[in-house]
């Protein structure tokens, strides 16, 4: 390749990188990895399954023994079991460390004692043990009494499959740059009203019994109303920047940084053709920032 060729290739690789900067929605970012949408990942066609909850669709109506298993190096395991005789065999969920599994122990695989047998007394739960995990044979079992047990078999079942979550949206002003005056908008346009509005309902704080984030739902502290939505038995509260109350006195809005700061999934709605940096914000736990912006398109408003 010749002098010559090699500028112009230069040249040409420069004006590819201008014209692709100049459809983001992001600055330069010295610490951030951005990451454009690929149309041809195969993430694009990823399929969103509903996840199974295991105890409440398998035992929560059903008559069922909870029992709590300590093995002989000491681990810590939970254990519901449900007796389905119209199948012949017991429905099994075990917790552990590793996490959540199900077992189906037929009756004819249980290795029942003579003594037993002859007394017609059916398996122990030793012997249900042995045959789900042969390491659990000889743990110290221990049946429980908890007077709230399906309420904490419940809460462990969303623990397992983290059923809520929140997520930030930032409404910033056009040649808005820093985290200060981004947080102290008082108001935002009609554009991003129809924006958030697509994300959720909106719902009065006061007195809602979903899940809200962290926000006060007893004296309306966090601000009037926010956005939610449910999706495949998911919760998702939004924490919209200008949604939460303003506080004239306070230069870091300490109420909102609370909040929108501590969200893994950050949400940026930008007006006009501004652009956003993400290193403004002073926050480790935003890890996931979205950049959305309004365009016209013959006459319907779109996103990109």
Not at 57 to 84: G, M
Request: aromatic letters at 10%; one cysteine or more.
């Amino acid at each position: 390749m010749t002098d010559l060729q090699q500028l112009n290739q230069e040249n040409e690789n420069d004006q590819i990188k201008e014209e692709s900067f100049e459809e983001s929605l992001f600055d330069v970012c010295d610490t951030w990895r951005i990451e454009p949408l690929n149309q041809k990942s195969p993430l694009m066609n990823l399929q969103v399954f509903k996840k199974q909850l295991l105890f409440s669709d398998n035992f929560l109506l059903k008559d069922y023994h909870c029992l709590t298993l300590k093995s002989i190096e000491n681990e810590f395991y939970l254990l519901t079991i449900h007796e389905d005789e119209e199948q012949d065999e017991f429905f099994c969920l075990l917790y552990s460390t590793k996490g959540a599994q199900i077992k189906r122990i037929k009756y004819s695989s249980l290795n029942i004692s003579i003594f037993r047998q002859l007394l017609s007394l059916g398996p122990s739960f030793q012997e249900v043990l042995t045959s789900i995990d042969n390491s659990l044979s000889n743990a110290k079992i221990m049946e429980c009494y908890f007077e709230r047990e399906k309420e904490d078999l419940l809460t462990l079942e969303r623990v397992e499959y983290n059923m809520e979550h929140k997520v930030g949206v930032l409404y910033v002003k056009d040649q808005q740059k820093n985290e200060k005056e981004i947080l102290a908008n008082q108001g935002h346009n009609k554009e991003f009203d129809e924006f958030i509005d697509l994300l959720g309902d909106r719902i009065l704080l006061k007195g809602f019994e979903g899940f809200c984030g962290g926000m006060d739902t007893k004296f309306g502290s966090s601000g009037k109303e926010s956005i939610h939505t449910k999706w495949n038995d998911f919760e998702i509260i939004f924490h919209v920047s200008t949604l939460i109350p303003y506080r004239k006195n306070d230069t870091q809005q300490v109420l909102r940084k609370k909040h929108i700061g501590n969200d893994i999934v950050l949400i940026v709605f930008l007006e006009k053709s501004n652009t956003f940096n993400p290193e403004c914000l002073i926050s480790k736990q935003n890890h996931v920032i979205l950049a959305v912006q309004p365009i016209d398109v013959n006459g319907e408003t779109e996103y990109r």
